[in-house]
Nanobody, 124 residues
Framework: VQLQAFGGGLVQTGDSLRLSCTASDRTFSNYGLAWFRQAPGKEREFVSAITWRGTSYADPAKFRFTISTDNSKTTLYLQMNNLRPEDTAVYYC????????????????????WGQGTHVTVSS
């Protein structure tokens, strides 16, 4: 499965962006899904995840970001509001084969497929 993330860009502090992620096999059915990000000089970190059991957010993303899929489960989204300069990073979508019925995972090692990343830059 090849994932493609898009929707990043250059925005100002307080702006919103919606990231999207699609799969080459056209559906995310039965996958646990997540967003991670990697800021310059830092390790890739968990942002948010979603499965049938619910959603999970890293503390910086709580109350500002919302993860979702469309009803047909062909697109994964990350709605990001009130963006801050510290949100600047490359954002990656990831899919956990067979993880749909598990609890949302924050572990990078649980994800089998990764998108190429989309750049988000938030200026102050």
């Amino acid at each position: 499965v090849q994932l493609q993330a898009f929707g990043g860009g250059l925005v100002q502090t307080g702006d919103s962006l919606r990231l999207s992620c699609t799969a080459s096999d056209r559906t995310f059915s039965n996958y646990g899904l997540a967003w991670f990000r990697q800021a310059p000089g830092k390790e890739r970190e968990f942002v948010s995840a979603i499965t049938w059991r619910g959603t999970s957010y890293a503390d910086p993303a709580k109350f500002r970001f919302t993860i979702s899929t469309d009803n047909s489960k062909t697109t994964l989204y990350l709605q990001m509001n009130n963006l801050r300069p510290e949100d600047t990073a490359v954002y990656y979508c990831a899919a956990d084969r067979g993880g749909y019925y598990s609890s949302p995972s924050r572990r990078r090692s649980d994800y089998d497929y990764w998108g190429q990343g989309t750049h988000v830059t938030v200026s102050s």
